[in-house]
């Protein structure tokens, strides 16, 4: 009855004593004496009220008393609820499904053991004990594969394949596999279902509660640590993107961890085989009360094609894989750079083959291999254009023509240029309005403007916007317009006027637009003073160089996650039907092309350790492209939620922090709960009302409608 069941349940045979009462009131209930009288007429109304009161009384009081009996039998029998016996018992009937996390952050050490050799022991242990004779299907973090699904199977068959657990790739939240086991077993006929989940809650495993989980009973063991002591590298940024030998470049190190903590940081350049060619630091990091901190350290990347900045940490902690990482950088083969030069002598082409290579090419490990020519030589990579004039038809064809096939073009255009513009044949019209931003427009500018940055900064000006450079110093005294709504147009940096009054705004200064695979920039104005003084600013040099160099991401080094696709893609990669990869382990695997939305790519998804990956032709030894793969940057990141906010709030559900948290809360839960207390709480009330009734009978006194319905007739 309402799911009790009594400890002492024979004592229940008792109830029948409850009547006594009643019985002992019938065998004894004595008869009112006759008392001869001389006259009854002025007390018989009392003695018939009298009477009546008596009556109802003496049954209420019965009544009492019976019931009295009735909850002390009750309260001796012990009443008693068994909330969860057998919770996590074993039956033939039974099916689990056991899933683990097994993501990276597992590998923080708690008292010399990780948190995933603590799943590890948990797991075998209720194989071999609670779930000995279910059938057990086992989930982990690792990617699904969707030739094998998640199936149950005997537990003697996983033991006896049993490989201790590792860390792997995570490319879904665990949340997800959840809903995976779910879904398995309600998909099973059986009695008894179970979900075991074990993880360290990781925020970025559970982004929102788990629905609620019916029809399965939950066993949820909360393994993250309660003081948690990590600090990791979670990034490492070079600025520029795409470093020059020879000219100073940033490497910022960023890490994460316990909140105002404090740690060194030392980096390393070094060869593809470990050989060190430069090191820097160490630098304190000390970490805000948020737990981040970024140390920046100047480096001058060497004339390596290929090198290796590895950055780590002072000392070890409770995460030791998280202290070192790698970022690989490759400096391209030179680029081929003509630069158009006019057929007299002006200032602004000097000025602008100076800034491409200003020791005229006495520095071989410049990247730029600059030549100045009256047209196109038809083997460069990049045009630099200072346009004092519109070009003939020919030119124009071989420019668009560059750009189209993955050639960078950089036009400088001379203010007034655009008065010319009708001017031209439709078919140039055509092709430079694919080129530039826009069809040119004149401007009605009065006074100067100074160049700001735009709000989604780009890449190529990265670190260019430093305090040191005074961007806002250049200044523009005419320049060319343009609308720049068309897809595909980027501005990377605005005039803005220095004495702004009414109706007067901004205009673009350097734009960058995508055309098929390469790539055309366009400068609004000439490197001259009387246009601007961008030739003679510090920003020049860098601009132009970033500009004339490979685009990093046609470059051949990659940095990925474990578990992420390796990609090959681009007009680089394009020729190729077959490529090799080796792997870490030496291992080489032949990959083909295919063809994704008009692209040759070539793909790699095996990529399931950390290390370098190296990419080559069929018949060459040496390296066509490098992906550099590193373990997952956000699992140093240790925000652990509250299993509060997770798991909903059910009593199919057992929270626990260990195998033996967990035992101790089924056997607690197994132990039956008594509900006597109630039964004993009403026999105290009812004692109070028997000794009232039977002892203060002035205070009782018959409500006058049933003293009327007492009268005889």
Known sequence: MFGLEFLFSWGLLALPLAGLPVLLHLLFRRKSPIVHFSTLRFIKSSVQHTAARKRVQRWLLLAVRMLLLALLIWAIAQPAKKLASGFLGTGSNGVAAIVVDTSFSMELQQEDVTLLNRADDIVQNLLRDQLRDAKVALLTSGPENPNEPPQLREVSEILGQWQPLAAEASPAP???????????????????????????????????????????????????????????????????????????????????????????????????????????GPLMANLDAGGRAEVRFPVNFPAERWTLVRASLGSDDSMGWDNVRTQLIEIPARQLVTVIQPTEPRQAARMTRLALDPSEGKVAAWPLDVRANLGMAGDENVVVFPMFAWPDESTTSKLHELVRKGGTLITLLQPGIESSWDSLPESSRKLWTEILPSAPVTLNITGNYHAIATSGTSELIKGLTDEQFQLNTIVARRLVGFSANESGVTAILNAAPVNP????????????????????????????????????????????????LQPIEQGGAQNAEIGQRLLLSGQ???????????????????????????????????????????????????????????????????DYREVRTVVPDSSNILVANSLEDLKDKISSLAEPEPRWSWAIALVLVLICLEALMGSISKLWKLPSFLASSTKPA
């Open 174 to 280: 665990l949340a997800e596999q959840i809903n995976r086991a779910v879904d398995l077993l309600s998909r099973q006929g059986a009695e008894q279902k179970w979900l075991i989940v074990l993880t360290d809650l990781q925020a970025r495993e559970f982004a929102r509660p788990l629905p609620s989980l019916e029809g399965v009973r939950v066993v949820f063991l909360d393994l993250h640590p309660r003081d948690p002591h990590n600090v990791g590298i979670t990034r490492i940024a070079i600025q520029p993107a795409q470093p020059i030998p020879g000219v100073a470049s940033q490497v910022a190190v960023q890490v994460a961890g316990t909140p105002n903590e404090a740690r060194a940081v030392t980096i390393a350049l070094q060869k593809l085989d470990g050989t060190a060619l430069a090191t820097a």
């Open 501 to 548: 009054g009414a109706g007067v705004r901004s205009h673009g200064l350097i734009y960058r637009k995508k055309l098929a695979l390469g790539t055309a920039y366009t400068i609004a104005t000439m490197p001259e003073p009387r246009f601007s003084n961008l030739g003679t600013h510090p920003i020049f040099l860098p601009l132009l160089v970033r500009m004339s």
């Open 572 to 638: 680089r990669f394009a020729g190729y039907e077959e490529l090799e990869i080796e792997n870490p382990s030496r291992e080489v695997t032949r990959v083909k092309s295919e063809t994704v939305a008009n692209s040759r790519n070539l793909s790699y998804d095996a990529a399931g350790v950390p290390g370098l990956y190296i990419w080559r032709k069929l018949d060459d030894a040496n390296p066509l492209a490098i992906s550099n793969v590193q373990l997952p940057a956000g699992e140093a990141e240790l």
